[in-house]
């Protein structure tokens, strides 16, 4: 179906978009500097990995995000950038639980047409929630990837400037804000296909519903008892693809 190959590229998108959005500019310099810059390029390349929200990767993630390898004044900033890191992850994999589940392609199915029908009461609730959460999620994620959110993680940790400038090389790089502002415009416009998915199987359930007496299920087929109501049904079958 050519709508679950829409998700799947889209679930792929985000993923690569959002960790985009997070992943930081490394610094060169030795030292302390020299063992975050290795620690934080292991993460990213972690962040990288389109896969990265399966079960076993999330956990292997989380634990790095826990662990601190420098010390002092670099390990704050160590530490703040992970919980940044952290939050973004933890917040990502809510979003991705949701696009896996498979959920969203099984609403206009005939098994679902037949255990929630006719009156889909469960199915018009997960859309209901599901875009709800999507929409939120439009907001969350340009707080999240707004220069303002990412510098103020480091307010109040630590004195010197030079580990905030650090920091905030670290978090934003040299000239990022216009990528972070591209790639916050990527993420919402993926987020919104989604959402349209959502309304236009919204109007498939809906269509059913108002003409619950005139359909029927047999095996995996919907009939109708109406060409007029054959012909809505696929052109709004069609709006899907």
């Not at 934080?40 to 399966?54: H, S």
């Not at 990502?92 to 047409?113: F, P, W």
């Not at 008892?225 to 054959?230: F, I, R, Y």
Request: charged letters at 30%; proline letters at 0%.
């Amino acid at each position: 179906m050519k709508k679950k190959g829409i998700i799947i590229g889209i679930i792929i998108i985000l993923v690569v978009l959002i960790m985009a959005g997070i992943i930081m500019v490394v610094s060169r310099n030795l030292g302390q500097e020299a063992a975050l810059r290795v620690e934080m390029q292991e993460i990213y390349e972690m962040l990288g990995d389109t896969q990265v929200f399966e079960e076993e990767k999330v956990k292997e993630l989380s634990s790095r995000l826990e662990k601190t390898v420098t010390t002092g004044d670099y390990a704050v900033v160590e530490q703040t950038i992970k919980q940044y890191l952290k939050e973004c992850v933890d917040y990502t994999a809510g979003i991705m639980d949701i696009i896996n589940s498979g959920k969203i392609e099984q609403l206009v199915t005939a098994n679902n047409y037949e255990s929630d029908g006719p009156d889909f009461v469960e199915s018009t609730k997960y859309i209901s929630e599901t875009k709800a959460k999507l929409e939120e999620a439009k907001t969350k994620f340009t707080d999240m990837l707004s220069e303002e959110k990412v510098k103020s993680y480091i307010k109040g940790k630590v004195d010197n400037q030079h580990y905030i400038d650090l920091y905030n090389k670290l978090a934003l790089g040299t000239g990022e804000e216009n990528t972070l502002k591209e790639d916050t415009q990527s993420i919402n416009e993926s987020l919104d296909i989604l959402i349209n998915i959502l309304n236009n199987e919204e109007k498939i359930i809906n269509m059913l519903k108002e003409n619950k007496n005139h359909w029927k299920i047999e095996g995996d087929t919907i009939l109708f008892d109406t060409d007029e109501l054959v012909q809505e049904y696929n052109n709004l079958i069609n709006e899907l693809q």
